[in-house]
């Protein structure tokens, strides 16, 4: 069966890679994947696979039914939207809508997830069991499974895969991890209420700006003296805003940030923990305040016999030199997480790093691929699942 898959994968990479420029050419942001939901639903239907559409708002599903009536579905979820990001790669397929980027890698996982799907057409009648494709909008607000999994998208299911592209692995690398993969990740809007003054007069008002420093200046203290250190937590306050005037004492500072962790027990002790420290800093100055806590995704918790199957799956392709195991989770966050809530699953990292050029970190503009990552992506991914109905699980 590899032999097989191989040769398609080979077969289908010119096409692949034009695939993945067209996705990175019109980029779409979260919620708004109208346009590339419908390439994707043609690649797939001219693939002979059953689709729907507008799932999850605009994401796409594609079912491919198993040859022997195996009741075990497996389902592949990859994500297609962008980010609000200026490209600045001067690639000739660079981004053609203004201030939107694939710098995320989610162009890759479209194509892979669409690479896959093709290869497994191709080997149907040799599947045992059925594969579900689920292609997903709106991960990078966090949103996009959880409207796909209220739509059903998880009815059946039995396990579950995905990938993330590594910048910092090369091309033709795969790493896997077992259990944690990535963070939680919850949302805080936080708001001081001062009074405002003559900016020449600060005893007679009450600074929002001021004390809004100090709020930010204690969180940041206290994690590296009250938190387990061997349990990290992550608070950033990425938005601020606030004040009248310049020569006007701020009445009101609002705060908004991302709060990331890796423990639940940590996790839910936060708001509380969060709560005590601005409480105090406010009582102290004469502020008042407004917290907002909103639990976000949890973390990426992989099933350990899933990761196996992925790590052995990548070895029988690229060979065992060239498949890690990663020592440490990311603190980044996967809406992945949702699904794991349903069904046991594993995610992956595929390396697409260049070995002769600097490496530019996802979310950043001049963010690019190795795109000879794609066809061993589609070939771990193929094989992986064609193993899938070996497991006695």
């Known amino acids: 069966m590899l032999a097989r898959i191989r040769q398609l994968a080979a077969s289908l990479t010119p096409r692949l890679i034009d695939i993945r420029r067209h996705l990175h050419r019109y980029p779409e942001l979260s919620g708004e994947e109208h346009q590339t939901a419908a390439y994707v639903a043609g690649v797939l239907s001219s693939a002979g696979l059953t689709i729907q559409q507008n799932v999850g708002r605009v994401g796409v599903v594609a079912e491919l039914a198993g040859a022997t009536g195996e ?14 990001i200026q490209e600045r790669t001067n690639l000739d397929f660079s981004s053609k809508h203004p201030g939107v980027m694939h710098a995320c890698g989610h162009d890759v996982h479209t194509t892979v997830g669409l690479g896959t799907a093709m ?16 292609f997903q909008p709106a991960e990078e607000i ?4 959880s409207w796909m999994i209220a739509d059903g998208v998880m009815k059946d299911v039995s396990a579950i895969l995905s990938l993330h592209v590594f910048p910092s692995i090369a091309a033709g690398e795969v790493a896997v991890r077992y259990g944690a993969l990535t963070a939680a990740a919850d949302d805080l809007e936080l708001t001081i209420l001062g009074e405002s003054g003559h900016g020449a007069r600060p005893h007679e008002a009450v600074d929002a700006i001021w004390i809004a420093a100090q709020v930010i200046s204690a969180l940041q203290q206290a994690i590296s003296r009250t938190q387990n250190p061997l349990r990290p937590v992550v608070l950033t306050f990425g938005k601020i805003y606030g ?6 004492i701020a009445d009101q500072v609002t705060l908004q940030g991302t709060v990331r962790s890796l423990h639940p027990e940590t996790r839910n002790n936060l708001p509380t923990w969060i709560e005590q420290i601005v409480a105090n800093v406010c009582n102290a100055y004469g502020a008042r305040y407004k917290l907002h806590y909103r639990r ?6 992989n099933t350990p016999y899933l990761s196996q199957l992925l790590a052995e799956a990548a070895t029988d392709v690229v060979g065992s030199a060239h498949v890690h195991i990663l020592p440490e989770p990311s603190l980044g966050a996967e809406d992945f997480a949702l699904y794991l809530e349903h069904a046991p699953g594993a995610m992956f ?3 697409v790093g260049f070995r002769d050029r600097p490496n530019y970190p996802l979310h950043h503009p001049e963010f690019d691929v190795d795109e000879q990552a794609i066809p ?17 699980y």
């Open 296 to 301: 976000g995704v949890p973390g990426v918790e």
């Open 349 to 351: 990292r595929l390396g």
């Open 142 to 145: 966090a949103q996009g499974a």
């Open 119 to 134: 290869v497994l057409a191709a080997l149907k009648d040799e599947l045992p069991g059925s594969v579900r494709f689920i």
């Open 243 to 248: 004040g009248r005037a310049p020569n006007v």
């Open 71 to 84: 009741d075990r579905i497996i389902a592949l979820r990859t994500d297609m939207d962008a980010l609000p």
């Open 376 to 392: 061993v992506g589609v070939m771990t991914l193929a094989h992986a699942i064609c193993r899938y109905w070996q497991l006695p």
